[in-house]
């Protein structure tokens, strides 16, 4: 892979911060219903020129219905949609400057690869020349040169989604909507299309939305993330941001790994509260600038790579859990403790491989202690 | 082999019933071919045979006849009788081939036509709401109910000068005067795309309706108008349906009896009209056989493009 594609822009990309840019997207209020069932509601959102900004959610929350009514397949059922300042709310699909990757493909059976991907400049009278230079452009994208004259039934799942990807990108329109464009690649082509994308982005000035099903692919390309359930958003926000101050266990939830921990609120002192977690523990301590009343129910999350576990009781930490190893899980780099605590929840803590296998102190029904820093949790109220 | 070894198909077996397996595949396509020799093939061969006899005026109306009593000798003196004379025939009376070539057009024309209305009806239904699909699809079906002839007949009331169509025309005011349609060729071809319509509307119906909604999503999509995107999307892809539909209309068109003689004039000249004269009017049955003999290498033709289409299509939609 090319270093130069790894490379992250240094310097800071964040037009929502800034009330005076004006959003390319904008989803107000919009409501979308059919029949009795509602799939959208009451959905608020900005997107920006030159974001890449990825929907993430489970199955049949919604982030295709928004994709649709995006490209003018579906139409909202109340709200507005507006693109770069023009209401969206009559513009029919092939007015709009949005192209749409789908989901199921939807590639012309009767057409070739080639004239599959050349399908889009054809409807523009892009000249011939120009034509055949961006379609063997985008063949060679998505690595595809040899399939340039097989018809779509002579292609793999993964081809076909490739050069379904590469039809949406021929136009370079100034939004592109991508419904789950790398799902059926295998890892490592997966990667390479992800940077690939994030480059063509990048370079041309485009805005991406994405869906995506893995929150590692969200991570890594998008500039935003959206974490939708039923039909609602539960967070938009940076990746970092998210993974760092999820807003709610759901979204702390669906983004990574993590430790729920309930309780109720002891006392809440400065910017620090405890929690009484379990019967005859010590209360949990966790930073937070809310200021939650005595016996209110909530919860501390915290990443298991931030848990730190040893065999001795550690002096001075925030807090601190004694246990059981219930379980090791190993996955080669990294391993993870599944430790039992006394009122049998169970923690999980990431350890990264420094030493050998067998080199390594804990093992299972080890009594352990696994600590944290106050700062290393996520206080939340729902 | 015993019943045991087919009742408990043990390891050693297994091959054993591999082979049993083959014997009853081979005997299930073997049925389909059994049925077409006996009701295909061979009353061909008998036609074929009259074909080329000469007309006598005997019973059976043709010379020679073979007699299983004369045995090997009479079977040779037979085909010493046989000549290709009727078929020579053909080719010397303009008559033939004027029938053929008047079927071809009415037959071309009429498979057109019916395409044309066939295509809105059969889109229009594919594009219906769900629950009314089934509906429709009866009333296409629903003049099959009927006989074919006395639907024929009854369009005879409908075209003739003082029928319901020019009484309703007269009665709006579009004429003056009642039209002459009965007896002349666009009641043939009214008959024709009348009576196929339904051969045509079901096999594109059957495509049109499978067609994939999302196709013409992303042709809008990547920018192409709904009119365009239907030439360059729907259109090509109900390709088959067309085929079908047309070669379900024009074979029999092509051979079409009843409706030239029930509506058609005296000087409209098809190829099953003049079949029949020969046969019934003039039983000359020689002359008739060689003129069926043609008709079906005629409609050998499009059979086996529409064979080759079908195969072609099979592979694109693999
Ligand atoms: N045309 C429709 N009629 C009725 N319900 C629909 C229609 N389209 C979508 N829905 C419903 O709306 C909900 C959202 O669907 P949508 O396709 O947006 O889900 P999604 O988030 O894209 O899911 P996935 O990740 O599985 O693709 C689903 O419950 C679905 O059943
Ligand atoms: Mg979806």
């Known amino acids: 892979m090319e270093t130069s594609v790894l490379t992250q822009p240094v310097c800071k990309f964040a037009p929502w911060d800034n009330p005076a840019q004006k959003p390319l997207v904008r989803f107000e209020n919009v409501t979308k219903k059919f029949g009795d069932f509602t799939a959208i509601e009451n959905l608020t959102l900005n997107i920006y020129e030159r974001e890449f900004f990825a929907l993430l959610g489970p199955s049949g929350c919604g982030k295709t219905t928004m994709m649709r009514m995006l490209a003018g397949f579906e139409y909202p059922t109340t709200g507005n949609i507006a693109l770069a300042?023009?209401?969206?709310?009559?513009?029919?699909?092939?007015?709009?400057?949005?192209?749409?990757?789908?989901?199921?493909?939807?590639?012309?059976?009767?057409?070739?690869?080639?004239?599959?991907?050349?399908?889009?400049?054809?409807?523009?009278?892009?000249?011939?020349?120009e034509i055949k230079q961006r379609v063997e452009e985008m063949l060679s994208l998505v690595q595809l040169e040899p399939f340039a004259k097989r018809k779509p039934h002579q292609l793999s799942g993964g081809q076909k989604q490739r050069v379904a990807l590469a039809r949406s990108l021929a136009k370079k329109p100034?939004?592109?909507?991508?419904?789950e464009p790398l799902g059926a690649l295998d890892k490592k082509l997966r990667e390479q299309t992800q940077f690939e994308l994030m480059n063509i982005q990048e370079q041309l000035g485009l805005t991406f939305v994405i869906v995506t099903?893995?929150?590692?692919?969200?991570?890594?390309?998008?500039?935003?993330?959206?974490?939708?359930?039923?039909?609602?958003?539960?967070?938009?926000?940076?990746?970092?941001?998210?993974?760092?101050?999820?807003?709610?266990?759901?979204?702390?939830?669906?983004?990574?790994?993590?430790?729920?921990?309930?309780?109720?609120?002891?006392?809440?002192?400065?910017?620090?509260?405890?929690?009484?977690?379990?019967?005859?523990?010590?209360?949990?301590?966790?930073?937070?600038?809310?200021?939650?009343?005595?016996?209110?129910?909530?919860?501390?999350?915290?990443?298991?790579?931030?848990?730190?576990?040893?065999?001795?009781?550690?002096?001075?930490?925030?807090?601190?859990?004694?246990?059981?190893?219930?379980?090791?899980g190993y996955t080669g780099n990294i391993s993870t403790y599944h430790v039992k605590a006394s009122n049998g929840s169970i923690l999980k803590a990431q350890v990264s491989n420094r030493e050998h296998l067998a080199d390594r102190p804990i093992t299972w029904e080890d009594t352990v202690y696994i600590h944290w820093e106050k700062g290393a949790g996520v206080f939340l109220e729902n | 082999m015993t019943v045991a070894d087919i009742t408990s198909p043990t390891d050693e077996t297994s091959k054993a019933s591999g082979t049993k397996a083959d014997w009853g595949r081979t005997l299930l396509i073997a049925i389909p071919y059994i049925w077409l020799l006996i009701f295909f093939l061979a009353p061909f061969v008998i036609v074929f045979k009259i074909s080329l006899s000469d007309v006598v005026i005997?019973?059976?109306?043709?010379?020679?006849?073979?007699?299983?009593?004369?045995?090997?000798?009479?079977?040779?003196?037979?085909?010493?009788?046989?000549?290709?004379?009727?078929?020579?025939w053909l080719t010397e009376d303009t008559l033939y081939l004027n029938s053929y070539l008047?079927?071809?057009?009415?037959?071309?024309?009429?498979?057109?036509?019916?395409?044309?209305?066939?295509?809105p009806i059969a889109y229009s239904m594919a594009k219906a709401p769900q629950e009314w699909r089934a509906t429709l699809?009866?009333?296409?079906?629903?003049?099959?109910?009927?006989?074919f002839l006395i639907r024929v007949y009854a369009w005879i009331g409908i075209l003739k000068k003082e029928g319901f169509l020019n009484?309703?025309?007269?009665?709006?005011?579009?004429?003056?005067?009642?039209?002459?349609?009965?007896?002349?060729?666009?009641?043939?071809?009214?008959?024709?795309?009348?009576?196929?319509?339904?051969?045509?509307?079901?096999?594109?119906?059957?495509?049109?309706?499978?067609?994939?909604?999302?196709?013409?999503?992303?042709?809008?999509?990547?920018?192409?108008?709904?009119?365009?995107?239907?030439?360059?999307?729907?259109?090509?892809?109900?390709?088959?349906?067309?085929?079908?539909?047309?070669?379900?209309?024009?074979?029999?068109?092509?051979?079409?009896?009843?409706?030239?003689?029930?509506?058609?004039?005296?000087?409209?000249?098809?190829?099953?009209?003049?079949?029949?004269?020969?046969?019934?009017?003039?039983?000359?049955?020689?002359?008739?056989?060689?003129?069926?003999?043609?008709?079906?290498?005629?409609?050998?033709l499009p059979i086996v493009l529409f064979q080759k289409q079908?195969?072609?299509?099979m592979e694109v939609s693999r």
């Open chain 2, 167 to 300: 009484y309703f025309l007269l009665w709006t005011g579009i004429i003056d005067e009642p039209l002459t349609i009965l007896n002349t060729d666009t009641a043939i071809y009214i008959g024709i795309v009348y009576s196929y319509l339904p051969f045509m509307v079901l096999p594109l119906y059957a495509v049109l309706e499978k067609l994939d909604t999302s196709l013409l999503e992303a042709a809008t999509d990547l920018g192409c108008s709904p009119l365009k995107s239907f030439w360059v999307i729907t259109l090509p892809l109900s390709l088959p349906g067309i085929w079908a539909g047309c070669f379900l209309v024009f074979i029999p068109a092509l051979g079409e009896f009843v409706i030239p003689d029930i509506l058609g004039g005296s000087s409209t000249i098809m190829i099953g009209k003049t079949l029949w004269v020969e046969f019934f009017s003039n039983r000359d049955w020689p002359v008739a056989s060689a003129v069926a003999i043609l008709l079906l290498f005629l409609l050998i």
């Open chain 1, 85 to 129: 300042n023009t209401n969206l709310q009559k513009a029919p699909p092939h007015k709009r400057p949005v192209n749409m990757m789908f989901q199921s493909y939807a590639l012309f059976p009767h057409m070739s690869v080639e004239q599959n991907i050349a399908f889009g400049l054809k409807q523009e009278k892009t000249s011939k020349a």
């Open chain 2, 102 to 119: 008047s079927s071809l057009k009415i037959a071309s024309i009429s498979t057109l036509l019916t395409l044309c209305i066939g295509y």
């Open chain 1, 213 to 328: 099903h893995d929150q590692e692919e969200a991570m890594t390309v998008a500039s935003r993330i959206a974490v939708m359930d039923h039909g609602k958003i539960v967070q938009v926000a940076t990746p970092a941001e998210i993974y760092e101050y999820p807003n709610s266990r759901y979204s702390a939830d669906f983004i990574g790994d993590v430790n729920i921990i309930e309780g109720k609120i002891d006392v809440t002192t400065g910017e620090t509260a405890s929690l009484n977690w379990a019967e005859g523990e010590t209360p949990l301590k966790v930073s937070t600038k809310q200021r939650p009343n005595h016996g209110t129910t909530c919860w501390l999350a915290v990443r298991p790579e931030k848990l730190r576990i040893s065999k001795e009781k550690p002096e001075n930490a925030d807090n601190c859990i004694k246990g059981e190893v219930w379980d090791i």
């Open chain 1, 174 to 179: 100034k939004l592109l909507l991508l419904d």
């Open chain 2, 137 to 147: 699809l009866m009333l296409v079906i629903l003049p099959f109910w009927t006989s």
């Open chain 2, 58 to 88: 005997a019973r059976p109306p043709y010379f020679p006849t073979f007699d299983l009593s004369e045995g090997w000798q009479g079977f040779l003196a037979m085909l010493q009788a046989f000549d290709l004379e009727n078929y020579v």
């Open chain 2, 310 to 313: 079908q195969e072609k299509q």
